[in-house]
């Protein structure tokens, strides 16, 4: 099984108001990564979870805050967000390194619009 | 600054036929790259992988090629066939202890035509 839930999968949202975008894996994996990708471009890269503690953030907006509360879950919190935030969230998950393999397997995202 | 270039935004080739995608990089510290398919509306799905320690490998139809001095990777379909037709995103990245941050290109649209 390689599957990574994400939910909801479509997400309208005023700028005041307080959100929460949700992802699952049951691979086992203990790293976790928040992705943004806008139309046409490439994922960008938000944050990475190793063993359910935040290790990599790239410099993104206190308005988007994550949390993990276990190895299997990952929510991104959202709050005041702006409409350039609109965009497809993606959630991925892997091995940490130093195991054999550590390809990012990807959820199928939430479509955010902040209006 | 895009560390990781897919040059051609897209490419039609008839089924059967190979479908070659290419990809540059210029950190020097990238040594794992993987390519990964994208629908449209889905997330990336992942295709295969190599490590900076082969200049080859293989998974079926699927062939991906590294050349570190030129630091450039290729990922080569054969036979193509009409459900290739995708958004491929070729992806690099530093390996560390802790997670990994993966670096895409801005991909390539397949299109291959029966």
């Known amino acids: 099984d390689t599957e990574v839930t994400q939910t909801p999968k479509h997400l309208v949202m005023g700028m005041t108001n307080k959100k929460s975008l949700k992802c699952e894996q049951h691979?086992?994996?203990?790293?976790m990564y928040w992705y943004k990708q806008k139309a046409k471009k490439p994922p960008e890269l938000m944050f990475v979870?190793?063993?359910?503690?935040?290790?990599i953030n790239e410099s993104v907006p206190s308005r988007f805050s994550p949390e993990c509360p276990n190895s299997s879950l990952l929510n991104l919190h959202l709050h005041a967000l702006q409409p350039e935030d609109s965009a497809l969230y993606l959630c991925?998950?892997?091995?940490?390194?130093?195991?054999?393999?550590?390809?990012?397997?990807f959820g199928p995202g939430t479509r955010l619009t902040v209006t | 600054d895009q560390q990781v270039k897919q040059n051609s935004p897209s490419l039609s080739v008839q089924e059967g036929r190979i479908s070659i995608l290419n990809c540059d990089y210029t950190?020097?510290?990238?040594?794992?790259f993987l390519w990964y398919k994208k629908y449209p509306a889905e997330g990336p799905t992942f295709l295969i992988s190599?490590?900076?320690?082969?200049d080859k490998n293989e998974d079926g139809r699927f062939t991906v090629f590294l050349n570190k001095s030129a630091k450039h990777l290729s990922l080569h379909i054969v036979p193509s066939q009409p459900g290739d037709s995708a958004v491929y995103f070729c992806?690099?990245?530093?390996?560390?202890?802790?997670?990994?941050?993966?670096?895409f290109g801005k991909g390539t649209s397949l299109l291959v035509t029966p």
């Open positions: 691979m086992g994996h203990r790293a």
């Open positions: 950190n020097s510290m990238f040594d794992y």
């Open positions: 979870y190793s063993y359910e503690k935040l290790s």
């Open positions: 992806a690099a990245s530093p390996l560390s202890n802790s997670g990994y941050a993966l670096n």
């Open positions: 991925a998950s892997s091995h940490p390194t130093g195991t054999t393999s550590y390809e990012q397997y």
């Open positions: 190599i490590s900076s320690i082969k």
